[in-house]
């Protein structure tokens, strides 16, 4: 599964396990990653998404007015990542 990312899907991956947790991540990077794994984003509500992969499911809101994906959020998705079995 991981063999289908391309270059920036792996740096991107790469940043999110990075430490401390990077805050310069674009969220959309971060659902393309999550595509390019074999999930699903969902889009909710205003700026709340849905990501599912592996049969786990995170839920997020989108950053705004910026793009970048906050520390918090980098770590959330750090630990959901780790929780369906992807890792570096």
């Known amino acids: 599964m991981i063999d289908c990312m391309n270059s920036k899907h ?4 790469a940043a999110i396990f990075a430490t401390p947790a990077a805050s310069n991540i674009k969220f959309s ?13 969902r889009e909710g509500d205003g700026s709340r998404v849905a990501m599912l992969l ?3 499911v995170k839920h ?3 950053p ?7 520390r918090y959020q980098v770590r959330e998705i750090k630990e959901w990542l780790t929780a369906v079995g ?3």
Not at 64 to 70: D, I, N, S, T, V
């Open 64 to 70: 705004h007015p910026g793009k970048e994906a906050k």
């Open 60 to 62: 997020a809101h989108r």
């Open 54 to 56: 592996n049969g786990g």
């Open 29 to 41: 990077d971060i659902e393309a990653l999550v595509i390019a794994l074999g999930g699903e984003v």
């Open 10 to 13: 792996a740096k991107t991956l």
């Open 86 to 88: 992807i890792t570096t």
